[in-house]
C-alpha cells in the first residue's frame, strides 16, 4: 500500500508537468527542485535500481491515482466554469457512484450492505450515524473545501499543500485529499 501512495502523490509532479505544458507557467527553481527530489526519493524507495518484486497491476493502479490527483487539482482549481464548489464535488461524487454501481453490477465488485446496528465510538448505534458522518463531514465538507481552496490557490500549490496534508498525516484514506 505505501508504493500506491508513493505512486499517487506523484500527481503533484503531474500538475507542475501539466501547468508548464499546457498553459506555459514554468515551474520556478525550488517547485522544480522539490519536484526532482519527490522524483529521487520514489526512485529510492521503489528501488528502482535494485531487484525489486513490484506488482504490475499495482503500479498501474498506483499511477492511475496519481493522474486521479492530477485532475482532481486541476479541475478543482477552474473558476472560469462559475461553477460552486458543491457542485463540482457533487459532479465527481456522482460520477464515482456511478462507476461503483456499474462495476457492482457486472459482478466485478462485491456489493452487499447490511442494516443492524454498529459499533461507533464506544456505544452501539444505528448504522446511519457512521454513513452520515463518513457521507457529511469526510467527503462533502472536505471536497467543498478542498475545491474552493484550489480555486484560491491555484492548481500547482493547492496540489503540493493537499500532499503534504494528505500523505504525510494520513495514509489510508481511499481518495484524493480534499
Partial sequence: MGVALLLEYLGTVLVVG????????????????????ALGGLALILDVFGDNHLDPVGVLWGLGAAIGLAVFFVMSA?????????????????????????????????MHATFGTVEF??????????????????????YVAGISAARRLGARLSSFVGADRGGLRGASRLGPAG
Wanted: aromatic share 6%; hydrophobic share 55%; net charge positive.
Fill in 121 to 142: 465510538a464506544g456505544h452501539r448505534t444505528s448504522w446511519l450515524v457512521p454513513v452520515l458522518g463518513l457521507s457529511l463531514v469526510a467527503a462533502a465538507f472536505s
Fill in 78 to 110: 477552474r473558476d472560469d466554469n462559475n461553477l460552486p464548489p458543491i457542485t463540482v464535488a457533487g459532479g465527481g461524487m456522482a460520477v464515482g457512484a456511478a462507476a461503483l454501481l456499474a462495476l457492482g453490477a457486472v459482478g466485478a465488485l462485491p
Fill in 18 to 37: 501539466w501547468m508548464w505544458l499546457r498553459h506555459g507557467q514554468r515551474p520556478h527553481r525550488l517547485t522544480a527542485i522539490g519536484s526532482a527530489i
